[in-house]
């Protein structure tokens, strides 16, 4: 999980050009929609602590101009949950949200994505579509 200490970033497509679908600014947190997007986050955090923090990511993020991180390790969020469970519950929630925000911005922008390689693809050439006649 990540903290935007200075900098900005986004959320980006890798499969077209890194196209951007969600801003990253100072005092933001990230990363963490990996870990309380699941359903069972302490199982998730107990086994990416088993795996040396091996997670699959659902989300790219890259910097757009220098940009000055703090992390917090799964070991540290197990932590967090045991003993401030009530600043836990509210990162949860927060990341659940930003998994819910975020795969809805994403699924628009790769639908974006596909109608412009198509357009330009054609050309730039607007589609025309008759209706079929019964």
């Known amino acids: 999980m990540y903290f935007m200490a200075k900098g900005e970033a986004s959320y980006v497509l890798p499969m077209f050009q890194q196209k951007s679908y969600f801003e990253i600014h100072k005092g933001d947190t990230f990363g963490h929609a990996d870990l309380f997007g699941r359903r069972n986050p302490t199982e998730t955090l107990i086994r990416t602590k088993k795996t040396k923090n091996d997670l699959t990511r659902t989300f790219t993020c890259q910097a757009k ?70």
Not at 86 to 92: A, M, T, V, W
Not at 94 to 108: A, F, M, N, P, T
Not at 117 to 132: D, N, W
């Open 65 to 134: 101009i220098s940009c000055e991180l703090l992390t917090i390790q799964v070991v540290d969020l197990e932590k967090m949950r045991s003993e401030f469970g009530d600043i836990y519950n509210s990162l949860y929630a927060s990341g659940q949200q930003l998994v819910i925000d975020c795969l809805r911005l994403k699924k628009k922008k790769i639908k974006e994505c596909i109608n412009e390689k198509a357009l330009s693809e054609m050309g730039g050439a607007s589609l025309l579509f008759r209706k079929k006649e019964e």
